[in-house]
């Protein structure tokens, strides 16, 4: 499981991971099974994912979409085809 704390910040693609929560900053892409962004998250990118949690007050700008195998190579162009 990948953790983004509320006081840590990432420019760039998070490492590819079963779970994500995020509750601080992420610019880049989020590829992972299960996704989890809180109220105090900010997230600018792209998210490729087979379950999304967004809780009420969470920032999130830019692309998202399901796959079966998020984990697998690839962007979400490739993922919604």
Known sequence: MVTVDDVRSFASTLPRAYEVVVRG?????????KVHLCRSCH????VVHARLEVENGAYFEGDCGPSDDPLAEGSLAQAVA
């Open 43 to 46: 997230v600018k990118g792209e």
């Open 25 to 33: 900053r992420v610019e880049g892409s989020i590829n992972a099974r």
